[in-house]
């Protein structure tokens, strides 16, 4: 038979309180893991932040390294063009060297001719008048000297 419980007699129930100290604990767990979802959603945004900022950084520097590449282009472009004007004027240099060696050899022979002449006028005019003639011939090698620098 069974034995039937006394109205009178209410016993401490342990199950009840196993119950509430489990739905404590589990209650802590909640906030446990609540806190921890919040403070990975924080770390997950403040990286996000960093990533941006360090993209639109790298996006500025490549801006400034494009432009300073541009520049750099456009002076050896330019380097180029002054590089090929002074290869042209080098070789018009050197086909004027060609053609004055001949004029200024041709300019040499007349003036020894000159010279040759002058010396045997000297021979034969007084003194005042040679000192006189030296002096042209004098000039005239110096406009002789000036004509071969232009060239």
């Given amino acids: 038979m069974r034995k039937k419980r006394k109205s009178g007699e209410d016993g401490f129930n342990v199950w009840r309180s196993y119950s509430d100290v489990m739905a404590g604990v589990l209650l802590l767990f909640i906030l446990i893991m ?7 959603q924080k770390s997950y945004d403040e990286s996000i932040q960093e990533r941006d900022e360090k993209l639109a950084l ?8 494009l432009a300073k590449q541009n520049t750099i282009e456009e002076q050896e472009g330019t380097i180029k063009t002054k590089d090929e004007k002074l290869t042209a ?15 200024a050899t041709a300019q040499i022979t007349a003036m020894k001719q000159q010279l040759e002449t002058a010396k045997t006028q000297i021979k034969s005019v007084p003194e005042e008048t040679q000192d006189m003639a030296c002096q042209q011939g004098l000039d005239a090698l110096k406009e002789f000297k000036a004509s071969m620098a232009k060239q």
């Fill in 34 to 40: 609540s806190l921890t979802l919040f403070q990975a």
């Fill in 58 to 65: 790298q996006a500025e520097y490549t801006a400034d390294l």
């Fill in 89 to 103: 004027l080098a070789q018009t240099l050197a086909e004027q060297e060609a053609k004055g060696d001949a004029d």
